[in-house]
């Protein structure tokens, strides 16, 4: 059995020999092969290279294509550069979206022309082509329409606007899920096996506004992305309990859950409608810790995990890996799940 078959059988809540394993690992893995974060953004050689020697390394059941949360804002028009080159890419400006005049600003999404888009779908299909066989291949297209239009128009006017002019809030939000639309399915065709999207800020605002503003248009994204096949998989960071019945309701496959969210409070919420993706601390515990401390914390959710009938359950990070994350720790990470 693959680690591929293992991660789509954990999925779909079947037995597996052990459990899949699937850390968020972005950026460790150029600092891990002794890369600059800037080069593993832009070349996508290098990016391609720093993943490949991440799986020799620790054997994940699946890998990360991604790079910031800022690609498809950029692609969009949004003006994106390092803060330094061990750091990644970030906004370098408030908002360039301001009124319903200037939506029409933005272009057709192309996701084969448009800034980074390019680049890494060109390291996604390579990857497909080295790993996918045998490893669980994860394409992030971060954002989802909500937090993609808090880059563009930036966060303290999309705020604003929940109250003040919903009309025009709901226009950037469709013209935002064009371009999701646009790039997760570029990802499907590129062979990735499962579809990742983030909407972080949409935690933010409550869980009112998040079930009349943001989930409907995530239910609008994976209701058109079902087309394709893939697994789809939504991730909120920080404590997102109070959301998950709502999350579910996407139509989303997966929740990838932060390590404040319990995994039994989870699981009340959810049931068996979809899988979990997580949830060890990134920061205190794998960053952090010692690697005895790391090994005790992933049989602890695992036992947890056992206890509470959860079937359809990933091991990961809860969010994603701190670049400086300890080698030691990664693998104590790894070989825990192996010893069950």
Known sequence: MTSRDIVFKSLRGEDTPRPACGPLAVHFCAVDSGVAIHDFTLNSSVHVECIIRYHEKYQPDAVWISSDTWVTAEAMGAKVGFPNNDQPMCGHQEGFIRSTADLDKILEPDPYSQGRQPLLLEALSRVVDVLGKDVFIVGCFDQSPFSLACQVAGMASVL??????????????ERCLDYSLAYAKAMAACGADMLST??????????????????????????????????????????????????????????????????????????????????????????????????SSVRGLISEVKDYGCRKFILSSGCTLAPATPSENLHAFMQESRNW
């Open 160 to 173: 604003t606007k929940l109250a003040s002019d919903p009309p025009y809030l709901e226009a950037l939000m």
């Open 198 to 295: 983030g909407d972080s800020p949409a935690g933010l605002i409550g869980p009112t506004h998040y079930a009349n503003i943001a989930a409907p248009f995530e239910k609008l994204l994976f209701s058109s992305l079902k087309k394709t096949g893939k697994i789809l998989s939504l991730h909120i960071c920080g404590d997102s309990t109070a959301l998950l019945k709502d999350m579910v309701s996407t139509g989303a496959d997966v929740l990838e859950i932060d390590h404040q969210v319990s995994i039994n409070k989870a699981w009340e919420k959810v049931d068996d409608r979809v899988a979990l993706w997580g949830n060890i601390d990134p920061v205190s515990v794998l960053l952090q810790s010692s690697s005895q401390k790391v090994s």
